[in-house]
C-alpha cells in the first residue's frame, strides 16, 4: 500500500498524536449533556390562582401565553414544559385548560414538583 508522504517519518508520530488528541475531545463532548428546559413554567403558586369561571385574558394574564393551543379545539390551552438537567431523568410537567365562551371550565393537570434553578 502506498502511502502520501505525509504519513511517511516524523510525520507519522505527529498524525498518531493528533488522532489521540481528536478522539479524547470526541469522547469527552459525548459526556458533556447540558441542562435543557423548554415550555411553561406553572408554578404551584401559579397554578392556585387559576379558578375556573376566569375568562381567557385572566388565565393569559396568570400563566402566560400556553405553548400548545388546539387548532381543532381552540377551547384547550395546553402548558406543557419539560426539564432534564444533564442526564438525570426528564422532569415533564402538563396543564390543560377547557374554555367554553371564553370561560375557564375544567383544569387538568400533573402533579407539579419543585423546578430546580437552572445554572
Known sequence: MILPEFFLGN??????KLSII???LLLTACLYRPNMQQGNVVT???RSQVKVGMTQEQVRYLLGTPVLVNTF???RWDY???F???SDPMIK???SLIFSNGILQKI????LVKIPPLE
Open 11 to 16: 510525520n507519522k508520530a505527529m498524525f498518531k
Open 108 to 111: 387538568d393537570s400533573t402533579p
Open 93 to 95: 410537567q402538563n396543564v
Open 44 to 46: 404551584s403558586d401559579m
Open 73 to 75: 379545539d381552540p377551547n
Open 84 to 86: 432534564r438537567h444533564g
Open 22 to 24: 481528536a478522539l479524547s
Open 80 to 82: 406543557v414544559y419539560t
